[in-house]
């Protein structure tokens, strides 16, 4: 027995076209035009719907402390939202060696998942001494990147310059991907106390104090100290057109460096922190939204490939209760950092992108689908519709319209980050692995059904 989905337009990197797609066994074993069906096969009708490769996330916080999404309730949230495959970062344990944390997450509180999905450790305490030793053996375990942190050092992330020319080193000699944060933490720390100490108020204080500059030159020294190692590194969540110009510099060079930018970065300008009732507290994140010429040069970066991947970084925290933004009603820097995105981020890019004709549909696939799948070596296993490629696929109507509303949500966060969006562009069904696991919005996928994919070597190495 075979999935057919007939009468569907595919999208590709190459362009759009009319085709049958046959499944079997969960991988794609056909395309073609009218593709004969036996009476024991399963029909999905795609007509007048378009046909993408599966989302692919590669900035979630699931199950972190203070998120309210764990493993089960993030990922089913992404493959409602058409991500069939997301990265998650493994927060530390100092309690745990590195190895042994990544290993929890891998056996144990990732169990639940809808999605298929990777990990990628945190580096920061003494895990930065640790992996000096046990960089080999992540890569053993199917690790294709790390993460490290250029700001917070006061929750213990915030790692020094020589620490991260140390693990670019080490990371690339087993094909380990660096993803870093960039702001410089130190000076944002002591303006934000120069702020509160002076008596500002305001949410919107948030942005004042991180300014684009402040990402723009942790972004430049990463890029330098990477390069002084010789290792590829992936800038994440470019947030403005300050960092976004060094990072082309750099790539015209061809200096191995990839960008990543958010949904929110793009659609949100920083007047969302000035809502009244302490709204704006809603949409606290760091980098913080920027003034309104970011976003048009962040659309502008990704047309013109300066822009790898638009990942949705989702670290929700409720907006009421013991852990949540109330935390800082009183004195703004409380407010903690984080917003809702995975369930979102597939139908806000087609939309302000796709339907506001901002960028084509094949550039719609390359970074949401392709670039993700090359970037932590999925591909061609993930991020493309071709024979032979796992059967993740979205079916999407591109002339129905809905508004994204809390209460259709699937993530337990108690507030939508994009409440009443109109987007038009609906998806009909989400395919993981050959199976429908959404219909019509409902999820119909198991809790449990993800699998662990094993990172090979990122295409960023070759360069």
Not at 146 to 154: N, P, T
Not at 163 to 179: P, V
Not at 373 to 384: H, I, R, T
């Amino acid at each position: 027995m075979s999935t057919i989905i007939k009468n569907g337009t595919p999208v590709t990197l190459q362009g759009s076209y009319k085709a049958d797609i046959k499944i079997d066994n969960g991988i794609i074993t056909e395309i073609s035009t009218d593709i004969p069906c036996e009476a024991e096969d399963v029909i999905i009708d795609a007509n007048n719907q378009q046909i993408f490769p599966g989302g692919i996330d590669l900035h979630t916080h699931f199950d972190h402390i203070g998120v309210p999404d764990d493993f089960a309730a993030g990922s089913k949230a992404a493959i409602a939202g058409g991500i069939t495959t997301v990265s998650c970062f493994v927060e530390g344990n100092q309690e745990l060696g590195l190895l042994d944390n990544f290993r929890d997450w891998k056996y144990r509180r990732s169990a639940t998942s809808y999605v298929d999905y990777t990990l990628v450790p945190v580096l920061s305490g003494k895990y930065l001494s640790e992996f000096e030793t046990e960089a080999p053996l992540l890569s053993e375990e199917g690790v294709g990147a790390v993460k490290l942190f250029m700001a917070y050092r006061g929750a213990g992330l915030l790692t020094t310059d020589v620490n991260l020319y140390r693990t670019f080193k080490n990371a690339k000699k087993y094909n380990l991907l660096c993803n870093v944060h960039c702001e410089n933490g130190d000076v944002i720390d002591e303006i934000v106390d120069e702020w509160v100490a002076a008596g500002h108020k305001s949410v919107i204080n948030h942005a004042y104090t991180r300014t684009p500059g402040l990402e723009a030159e942790a972004v430049y020294r990463a890029m330098s100290i990477a390069n002084a190692a010789g290792a590829p590194v992936r800038i994440v969540h470019v947030s403005c057109e300050d960092s976004l110009d060094l990072i082309a510099s750099a790539q015209k060079k061809e200096l191995p460096v990839l960008a990543e930018t958010c949904p929110h970065y793009l659609v949100k300008d920083i007047s969302y922190l000035d809502l009244p009732e302490f709204e704006g507290a809603k949409n606290i994140c760091a980098p913080p939204l920027r003034e309104k010429k970011h976003l048009a040069a962040l659309w502008k970066g990704i047309n013109d490939g300066v822009i790898t991947t638009v990942s949705s970084d989702h670290a929700p925290v409720n907006f009421n209760g013991e852990y949540s933004k109330q935390l800082g009603r009183d004195v703004w820097n409380k407010i903690p950092n984080g917003c809702p995105g995975v369930e979102e981020i597939f139908s806000i890019i087609y939309h302000f992108g796709i339907v506001e004709k901002r960028i084509s549909l094949e550039k719609f696939v390359e970074i949401t689908s392709v670039n993700p799948a090359k970037e932590f070596g999925l591909y061609p296993k993930k991020g493309c519709i071709a024979i032979g490629s796992d059967a993740d696929l979205v079916i999407l109507n591109p002339s129905k319209s809905r508004i994204i509303t809390h209460d259709k949500q699937y993530g337990k966060t108690d507030y939508s980050g994009y409440e009443g969006f109109n987007v038009t562009g609906v998806i009909t069904h989400v395919i993981s692995r050959g199976e429908e696991v959404v219909k019509d919005g409902i999820v119909l996928g198991k809790e449990g059904r993800g699998q662990f994919i094993r990172c090979n070597k990122s295409h960023i190495f070759a360069k």
